[in-house]
């Protein structure tokens, strides 16, 4: 079975462009999650995406959006970049099978460095 | 204070030893705790997840837990430097139905040959 994809896997851009990042997740796993991990805060959750609808959302200012397509793929769009977003943004996607804890599986993630 | 705190290290230790690599929290709602590895350009994976206070055992890999001291562990025996890596803690509470993650900030290994 495929992992977790992303792409792309390297972007550079510039304070006040916007940026949208996919995620491919496990066949069969509806829900994705989405993260930012910087050295300094560790992973901090952004938002929980489950058949199409957000479910979660953390502490993230509303310059940072997602949506799920029909076919579980979800994407990430940041507008109006700042330094301070420059991060690997990592997807993950879960079977949800239990409905407690699953485990999460990880795509490799998105390094977006802010110029 | 954050919820979950970890040393970020490094941690530099030789080929064959043992490390102990800890996570200390506050909230005392949280029921699942897990250890995540993340080598580098690579997304985290899970390695151990408990419930209940005690050791869990994995080959040359233990949880520890103990929820009164709000203080969770893992030990890797006779290290390699394959388990080079950065270790994350996490730990889920329910909130509103949904299992809240929140991760610690991830203890970076590395293992001497």
């Known amino acids: ?66 949506r799920q397509f029909s076919n579980s793929r979800s994407e990430m769009n940041v507008s109006t970049l700042e330094l301070g977003d420059s991060a690997l943004y990592l997807c993950a996607s879960s079977p949800l099978t239990s409905g407690v804890a699953d485990e999460q599986f990880f795509g490799p993630g998105t390094r977006l460095t802010v110029l | 204070q954050k919820e979950v705190e970890q040393d970020p290290g490094p941690l530099s230790v030789p080929e064959g030893a043992i490390v102990s690599l800890n996570c200390t929290y506050s909230n005392s709602a949280f029921q699942y705790f897990m250890w995540y590895r993340q080598y580098s350009r690579k997304g985290p994976e899970l390695l151990m ?19 009164s001291s709000k ?43």
Request: overall charge positive; aromatic content about 14%.
């Open chain 1, 1 to 66: 079975k495929a992992g977790v994809t992303q792409t792309p896997r390297y972007l550079i851009k510039t304070r006040g462009q916007q940026v949208t990042l996919s995620c491919s997740p496990i066949s069969g796993h509806r829900s994705v999650s989405w993260y930012q991990q910087t050295p300094g805060q560790g992973l901090q959750f952004l938002f929980e995406y489950f058949s199409e609808t957000q479910r979660n959302k953390g502490n993230f200012p509303g310059r940072f959006s997602g």
């Open chain 2, 49 to 67: 997840y408990t419930y209940s206070s005690g050791n869990k055992e994995d080959g040359r890999f233990t949880a520890q837990v103990d929820k």
């Open chain 2, 71 to 113: 203080y969770i562990s893992l030990f890797i025996r006779d290290s390699q430097p394959s388990d080079s890596a950065t270790y994350l803690c996490a730990m889920t509470l329910n909130s509103g139905g949904y299992q809240k993650v929140t991760f610690g900030t991830g203890t970076k290994l590395q293992v001497i040959p």
